[in-house]
């Protein structure tokens, strides 16, 4: 499975965009990059996820670039119960195993 | 509102005992996994099951560990004896295993094992 690459920590002030970046250059044509968040003492959550194209949803948009190689979580309005530890996932069709890297520590800041 | 139930959800043991944990996924989910997540090691990965059936449990240690799906709507981690480095929450997630799917997680079973 690809490895992933997401900065340690980050802070963002509410109300602004929080941009979060993932690095996972040695993606393959058919693993999903997937977003999961986990808020102190529960379980991670799901967010959103893509193939090659962009998405959004009511959370988050995911932005892929062209080549695959990175992608960026975009949480366009963050408050400061978004502020939780951020997981992206690299994933290939068919394996079902999702591993998890050590993740980007959201703070949004009042 | 489907969510993936985990039993117990806080638990303390001494050495040596027998822990059992439940969780009961998302009904119509194929797909169960366990993690394990300490500050040390972070989320792991201990095991998975589709159709009931193990396709890896590379993560988990065989000695003690054992996972199994009695049946669709039950799957049991059990840790047997029990060892103080076992303290951790254990998670379970489901989904339906197929392109694209997304995985579901419960809210955990804390572990204390003194």
């Known amino acids: 499975d690809a490895k992933t690459t997401q900065p340690p920590s980050m802070d963002c002030a509410e109300g602004r965009a929080a941009n979060l970046p993932c690095n996972h250059s040695?993606?393959?044509?058919?693993?999903?990059v997937y977003w999961y968040r986990q808020i102190h003492s529960q379980g991670p959550q799901y967010i959103i996820h893509?193939?090659?194209n962009n998405e959004t949803n009511e959370m988050a948009s995911l932005i892929i670039t062209e080549d695959r190689k990175s992608s960026t979580l975009i949480l366009p309005h963050a408050t400061l119960r978004d502020t939780a530890v951020y997981y992206c996932i690299v994933s290939k069709t068919g394996t079902y195993k999702y591993i998890f890297g050590t993740g980007t520590r959201l703070k949004v800041l009042a | 509102d489907a969510r993936v139930t985990q039993t117990p959800r806080h638990k303390v043991t001494e050495m040596g005992q027998e822990v059992t944990m439940r969780c009961q996924p998302i009904l119509g989910h194929n797909t169960v996994f366990w993690y394990r997540q300490t500050m040390m090691q972070g989320l792991e990965l201990l095991a998975y099951f589709r159709n009931r059936a193990p396709l890896d449990d590379s993560g988990m240690p065989k000695d003690r560990f054992s996972a199994e799906m009695p049946d669709a709507t039950l799957a049991t981690l059990k840790i047997q004896p029990s060892e103080p480095r076992d303290s951790a929450v254990y998670f379970c997630?489901?989904?339906?295993?197929?392109?694209?799917?997304?995985?579901?997680f419960g809210e955990g079973s804390w572990l204390t094992v003194v």
């Open positions: 997630a489901s989904g339906l295993g197929h392109s694209g799917n997304t995985i579901y």
């Open positions: 040695t993606i393959s044509g058919n693993e999903y």
């Open positions: 893509g193939l090659k």
